[in-house]
């Protein structure tokens, strides 16, 4: 027996169609790439994006079609994303961070129609565009190419939606970090499903009465879904554009009145770096998201102590559109003393309703949920990748169903998981794993480090020893010895590295995160002092 309910696809263009009917009036705010601030509404987003939609039916896109997007988080950016996702096409955001030799090969891969573009990054386009056969014509976000085709375009009876909601809506492609990068194509109900997820009081919360700065990209895995669920609640979203060095920062969160706000580590220790140096105080920012790459607990209490500002952890990944866990207290755990909180708040986080979680062992056997269990971190939920775009990488679920998500987790009884590291990181010293993971958050509480990261070195013995890779703060001096004891005590002697080697600079990837296959790379032919 079937329910009596009405027939009502989850499909994303109702999203903005809400926010125009009952927050219409909304601000949309964005830092222009020129540098201008800019004002707009949902009302007047929603009618943008439908003159948007009425530019691709005239220049012939159909539902399925991809249509790219390589633009930085401003207004007109998401007018694509739902100009583009209310027809049935489909939204393929662009990383302008990858090499142009990437970019074009998932141009390629996507077959893009039609591509979107910041100005800043037209450059990157134009020097590969005789090798992008499929690509009929690059539009510039700008007054020039832009805004006289959105100004002609008259929507008219254009309908938006109308199809099954499982239709692809968005795809987002890995960055390639253990080979080329793959495509996850995200659909209508996964997206709608995951912003509901997002606007639960127990992973974002966002309401009505924040005021959201998604300073993740919208290119990085859908900008952790605030740009569905802050129209969707009605939100005032303010889009940061091309600046994000603290300075500009601290400007919108302040100028704005910014509530909540989400970015990768790097993006708000700038900030915290500026607060101190200037001595400027958060008036109205309440709480942060941080994820994309483990979040230094110095940097979580930094901003808790000293702004009053609550440092939210968070993991996931493109398969999982992309929220996987978030660190809020449940129940037992508020209940324990600050300090113990710490110890689980630290921690990425639990899931919520829509992803399951289990840790397994070499065989694929289910692992306790004690703390201390280490296995690979397995995946499954509504909004999970179930396999990438053109079948690349072949069946990448178990028998049950669940996704390896390449990290290696442990979930306490609380259920709180933590990543010890990314299994092509961990460091196998004497048949035993080492957590790099850990022994960079802390190497990074030390005052002189700015940023660090942690690799194995071959060792004649022991196989693997770690090897701490540093960059000091500027004017910081310190050495190998003074790094080797801060550590000590704090992680099991046989973790202690054999060595500290400074450098000028650590390479971040695409989406922010250490690129340790680029150290490794850097230090070929490195020895260890203790081979």
């Known amino acids: ?12 263009d109702r999203i903005i169609a809400h926010a125009r009917t009952w927050h219409g009036e909304t601000e949309v705010v964005s830092r222009s790439i020129e540098g201008p601030i800019l004002r707009s509404t949902y009302g007047q987003i929603h009618e943008r994006a439908r003159r948007l939609s009425r530019v691709l039916l005239d220049l012939g896109v159909q539902p399925g079609d991809r249509v790219g997007a390589m ?4 207004g007109r950016h998401l007018e694509v994303w ?4 209310g027809i049935g096409a489909v939204c393929h955001t662009l990383n302008p961070r990858m090499s142009p030799d990437q970019i074009c090969y998932i141009i390629n891969h996507a077959e893009d129609r039609i591509i979107f573009c910041d100005a800043i990054f037209l450059p990157i386009l134009h020097s590969r565009r005789d090798q992008m056969p499929s690509v009929q014509r690059i539009i510039a976000l700008n007054d020039e190419d832009y805004e006289p085709l959105i100004a002609a375009a008259a929507p008219g009876d254009l309908a938006w939606g109308g199809f099954d909601e499982n239709t692809a809506a968005g795809l987002c492609y890995t960055s390639g970090t253990t080979g080329e990068p793959k495509g996850v194509l995200y659909s209508h109900r996964s997206n709608f499903l995951h912003t509901f997820a997002t606007m639960s009081a127990d992973v974002m919360g966002v ?8 300073v993740v990209p919208m290119f990085h895995a859908n900008a952790w879904g605030l740009a569905f669920s802050g129209p969707a609640a009605g939100a005032k ?8 060095d603290g300075a500009s920062i601290f400007e919108l969160l302040e100028t704005e009145k910014v509530t909540l706000s989400a970015a ?3 993006v708000f220790q700038m900030l915290l770096t500026y607060l101190r140096e200037t001595g400027q105080r958060l008036t109205t920012l309440q709480r942060v998201v941080i994820g994309g790459a483990a979040l230094p607990p110095a940097l979580m209490h930094a901003f808790q102590d000293e702004q009053d500002v609550l440092v939210v952890h968070a993991w996931g990944m493109t398969e999982t559109s992309p929220l996987g866990v978030v660190s809020m207290p449940e129940s037992r755990v508020a209940a324990l003393s600050p300090a113990a909180q710490r110890v689980h708040l630290e921690k990425q986080g639990r899931p919520p309703i829509g992803i399951e979680l289990r840790i397994a062992d070499e065989t694929g056997a289910d692992l306790p949920h ?14 999970v990748a179930g396999g990438y775009f053109r079948g690349e990488g072949g069946d990448i679920l178990d028998d049950r169903g669940f996704f390896d998500t390449g990290d290696i987790a442990t979930i306490d009884e609380y259920g709180f998981m933590e990543i010890t590291d990314r299994a092509k990181d961990v460091i196998k010293s004497g048949g035993e794993w080492i957590s790099s993971i850990e022994i960079e958050n802390l190497t990074m509480a030390h005052p002189a480090v700015e940023i660090a990261a942690v690799v194995g070195a071959a060792h004649p013995k022991w196989d693997e020893r770690p090897v701490v890779v540093a960059k000091l703060k500027p004017e910081a001096s310190v050495d190998r010895a003074e790094i ?5 005590g704090k992680i099991p002697r046989w973790w202690t590295p054999d060595d500290v080697v400074f450098v000028d600079d650590i390479p971040l990837g695409p989406t922010g995160k250490v690129d340790k296959k680029l150290i490794r790379q850097r230090m070929a032919g490195y020895v260890l002092p203790t081979a």
């Open 82 to 85: 739902y100009g583009v996702m």
């Open 71 to 74: 633009a930085l988080n401003t």
């Open 264 to 266: 990768v580590p790097t």
């Open 207 to 214: 309401s009505s009465r924040d005021v959201v700065l998604p």
């Open 370 to 383: 004690d703390g201390q269990a280490v296995g690979r971190l397995m995946v499954r939920g509504v909004f």
């Open 237 to 244: 979203l303010v889009m940061p554009g091309a600046k994000l």
């Open 484 to 488: 080797l004891a801060f550590l000590e």
């Open 1 to 12: 027996m079937l329910g009596l309910m009405q027939d009502w696809p989850l499909t994303l």
